[in-house]
């Protein structure tokens, strides 16, 4: 069984705005198939004594204190954005949601 | 066919819960060392972590964790040995990096409670509000909907983002189901954001000022037919910007969805926004599931692992709780149940307290806030400590007491503070609202009055004490009100050989 259907990559796609093609969709999900199942080798080669881990270092804890440091300033903030105004970033409409 | 509020509760029965984010009043930002002042010019509290800028890389802010351990101790909550920080990913440009960095299935705090007293018809009751979870979070940036009539999101051509607030510490509070309230369910669910707002406030951890957005209240309303032991669709009601809204919020949403059953209609799952000036709500975007979210875990943080000791030290520094503190007021005070419930519902506790400490006596202050400027304050609704100071009203009383105001002249100082013509002080310079006390004068005037009413008079002479109103009555009105009755009334009676 595929470990992703073709559903599911255009749901994926269209929860991330990504406008795709039938053939697109056709070539990502094969591509994804591949990534996920190179995936899951690494999974059956981690038994269950391996704890699942989000870092690759053992650490915890790792802290800053609560101190202010100099933000970029509003040119600097802007100086990437493809349009702004009124000091703020200027954003396409956001279709139909809040 | 409409169903009211008593019709809907007749054939319905509520359930809640209660999503409650609250922005911690850290210095910094969760994530970076930003500045978190409100009401900067926008985008001038911002860095590459909190912009998402490719390469930066998130650094906790210990306080933040701290805070948070704080407000789960105080809602009896367990402390988590072991949490993550997650991905909340989601396509909407109020946050930059295009994820929200939450937390998922490990929280810092799990399983506590809170309980809230409701004044019902059988007299006060306690609801225990038990609470699901506590989790870290981070704020979002503000958007600025331009175009379109109604500043809104339908019908805007683009939007403008200021990205101040994006990463300051949120901290989500979460309430389980909430059954068993019945037509309470509106005041319950009031009650409870109050008392949290009470020991959030008390913790020092946050500003809690619901109008500013640093403490916000979802609120999940849904109905299921009385006695049917099913459990109805949910709606989730944002926007709710005020105690007296969260109130008002379920009570709509409770008879909108009561009357949407009636008809055969179909609750559907759903966000919906308070809207203030109707107290209705109206429909928002249809709510994205868990799974679209696309959780994971943040892979550039560690672990969250506080050691039990520092847990222990903050437990051991937790403040009274605010529902303890009320109780020993109330004993201080000799206040009956129903004054205390009174001053509690309309949020002037703390004006009060404010007020008693600055000197005034606590009948006197409840009196002036709970009375005269309550009714000012409701007249142009606005809050009542939104018109005047603890400092003045505790000058006014101060002034009463030492005989320099009656209470008609108090009241006239109180307005004029009000609209804004300086202090009390500055008010009885500017409008000569001095008490006459100088007795010589107040002599002429009880003379006078004596020699309009001589009949009157004689009467008092004849030992017809009740009489005497009238003669006071008529020196109040030839001093403008501006001399101490008490005072009158003992001259006028030791003059006619009564004293």
């Known amino acids: ?98 | 066919m409409t169903l009211n509020y008593s019709e809907t509760i007749e054939k319905y029965e509520p359930t809640l819960g209660l999503e409650v984010h609250v922005e911690l009043n850290t210095k910094s930002k969760m994530f970076c060392g930003c500045a978190t002042e409100f009401g900067a010019s926008p985008n001038t509290q911002t860095c590459p972590v909190c912009l998402g800028l490719p390469g930066s890389l998130p650094a906790v802010n210990e306080k933040a964790i701290e805070s948070s351990i704080l407000i789960g101790l105080a809602l009896n909550c367990s402390i988590a040995p072991f949490s993550r920080f997650a991905r909340k990913n989601y396509f909407y440009p109020d946050m930059p990096k295009n994820f929200q960095t939450s937390q998922y299935d490990e929280p810092i705090c799990v399983n506590g409670y809170l309980d809230v007293t409701i004044d019902t018809d059988e007299g006060p009751k306690v609801y225990r509000i038990e609470i699901e979870r506590v989790h870290m979070e981070e704020d979002t940036g503000k958007s600025l909907h331009v175009g379109g009539a109604t500043g809104r999101i339908h019908g805007a051509e683009y939007s403008l983002l200021d990205y101040n607030r994006a990463g300051i510490p949120l901290v989500e509070i979460v309430t389980k189901m909430i059954p068993g309230t019945d037509k309470y369910a509106p005041e319950v669910a009031k009650a409870y954001v109050s008392e949290l707002r009470d020991i959030l406030r008390s913790l020092g951890v946050s500003d809690v000022k619901m109008e500013q957005g640093s403490l916000r209240c979802d609120a999940n309303v849904s109905l299921s037919p009385r006695g049917s032991g099913t459990l109805g669709t949910r709606s989730e009601t944002k926007n709710v910007n005020s105690l007296r809204s969260v109130e008002r919020a379920v009570r709509g949403e409770m008879i909108r969805q009561a009357n949407l059953l009636e008809e055969g209609g179909r609750v559907i799952q759903e966000t919906r926004h308070f809207q203030e000036e109707t107290g209705l709500t109206r429909s928002g975007r249809s709510k994205e599931t868990a799974e679209d979210y696309r959780y994971f875990p943040e892979p550039d943080l560690v672990p969250v692992a506080p050691a039990a000791e520092w847990i222990e030290t903050l437990r051991a520094s937790l403040p009274e709780k605010p529902s303890t503190l009320r109780k020993r007021i109330q004993e201080s005070w000799g206040v009956p149940d129903k004054e205390m419930a009174a001053m509690v519902n309309a949020d002037l506790l703390d004006t009060v307290v404010e007020t008693v400490d600055l000197g005034a006596d606590p009948t006197k202050a409840r009196s002036w806030w709970l009375g005269e400027i309550s009714r000012i304050a409701n007249e142009s609704d606005v809050t009542p400590q939104s018109l005047i100071t603890p400092a003045s009203v505790a000058e006014v009383i101060a002034l009463i007491a030492a005989g320099e105001l009656t209470d008609k002249l108090a009241r006239q100082v109180v307005e004029g503070v009000i609209k804004g013509e300086g202090s009390p002080r500055e008010v009885i310079e500017k409008r000569g609202l001095k008490v006459v006390s100088d007795d010589s004068a107040l002599m002429a005037a009880i003379e006078a009055a004596i020699a309009s009413q001589p009949d009157t008079a004689e009467r008092i002479r004849g030992g017809n004490i009740p009489a005497a109103g009238a003669l006071i009555g008529a020196v109040m009105k030839a001093t403008g009100g501006q001399a101490d009755a008490a005072k009158v009334r003992e001259l006028l009676l030791k003059h006619l050989g009564q004293g």
């Open chain 1, 1 to 98: 069984m595929a470990a992703i259907s073709r559903d599911e990559v255009a749901h994926l796609a269209r929860l991330a705005r990504i406008e795709m093609t039938d053939s697109e969709l056709d070539h990502l999900s094969d591509e994804m198939e591949v990534i996920l199942g190179a995936v899951a080798r690494v999974q059956e080669v981690a038994g269950a004594e391996v704890p699942p881990t989000s870092h690759p270092l053992d650490m915890k804890n790792v802290y800053r204190p609560d101190v202010v440091v100099p933000s970029l300033t509003n040119a600097q903030a802007l100086s990437g954005a493809p349009a702004q105004e009124e000091e703020r970033f200027k954003v396409p409409q956001i279709l139909g949601e809040e």
